[in-house]
C-alpha cells in the first residue's frame, strides 16, 4: 500500500538533515504547490507565523543577537570618552545658596492681597448679612455689617439683622434680641418751639438745638468725624415722655424723636448742605456694639 507524505513533512526533514540536493520527489511537489496555491491578503490585525529555521541559522542569529546585546550594554555603561577608560567626571554647575539681597522699593514676589469686593446695593427691606452696602439715601453712603448681626444671636441659627427703611430720607437697621437699632436720617425739617404743630427749616447746630430739648439729659458730648466729615456726638437720655424733633422727609409716622427713658447715641453732621442725624439705640445698653458700623461709613 502506498502512503502519501506530506511535501511540508519531507521538506523539513531534508532541511534537518541538510542535504545538497532535493529528491526528486519533492522537487515536483514543491513545483505543483507553487503553481497551484494562490495568494491571500493577511489581514493586519492577524499575527505573522514564525518561520521555521534549521540549526545553522537559528546559531548565526543568536550570535548577532549576543554581540548585538553586548554592544549596547557596554556603550550603556561605558563612560563618554570610550569603552573601558577610567569615567570621566563632568563637573556639576555651581548652585548660589546665599540669600539674595533685598532691594528697597521692589516688590516681592508674593501673590498680592485681593481688593476688597464691590459694595452691594441695600435692599428695600428683609435680612441683612455681613457685606458692605451702597443705601439709597441722599447724599449717597456707604456702609459695612460685619459683628452687628452677632448681637444675642441663637447658637446654630444664620445670623442676620432687618431693614426696616431704605428710601432717600430714611435708613433703620435692626439686629438681635433684644434689638439694637441705628437710624440715618436726612433732616429737613423741625419741630418750631415757638408753636406746635408748625415746622421749620433745621438751625445751623442742630446738635446743641436737640441738646438743649425739654425733657433730654446730655450725659456725654465730643467733636467727632463720621466718614471723614466732622461732626458732633452726643449720648442723651430721655425723660418719662417722649422727646419728638420733627418729620421724616416723606414718612408721616413715625416721627424722628426720642422714646421715654431711653439712652441714645446721637452724631449730627453736615453732608452738603444736608443735616445728616445717626441715632443709635439699644435696648440692653449695647449702644458700642453699633459704633463699628458708623466708622465705616464713607459719603458717595
Known sequence: MSVTRDPDAILGAWLEDGPTRL?????????????????RRRPMWMPQRSPTMNPLARFALMTV???AVLGGAIYLIGPGTGVGGAPVSTPSPAVDVSPSPQVTGVPSSSPAASPSPLPSLLASGGDI?????????????????????????APGYVCRGNIDANSASWLSLEFGEPLIDVQIIRVDKVDDPAKAGRLMNPPA??????AGRPGLTVIDQK?????????KQLDVQAGSKDVHVGPIPGVTDPPIGFGANTLSRLFVVDVRGHQILITLHATDGSIEELQPLVDSIVWN
Do not use: K
Open 65 to 67: 543577537a549576543v554581540v
Open 223 to 231: 467733636a467727632v468725624s463720621v466718614g471723614g466729615l466732622p461732626a
Open 205 to 210: 447746630d442742630l446738635a446743641a438745638w436737640i
Open 23 to 39: 529528491p526528486e520527489a519533492t522537487r515536483r511537489a514543491i513545483a505543483v504547490r507553487t503553481r497551484t496555491t494562490t495568494q
Open 129 to 153: 448679612f455681613p457685606g458692605r452696602y451702597v443705601a439709597s439715601l441722599d447724599p449717597s453712603l456707604t456702609f459695612s455689617v460685619d459683628r452687628e448681626v452677632q448681637h444675642n444671636c
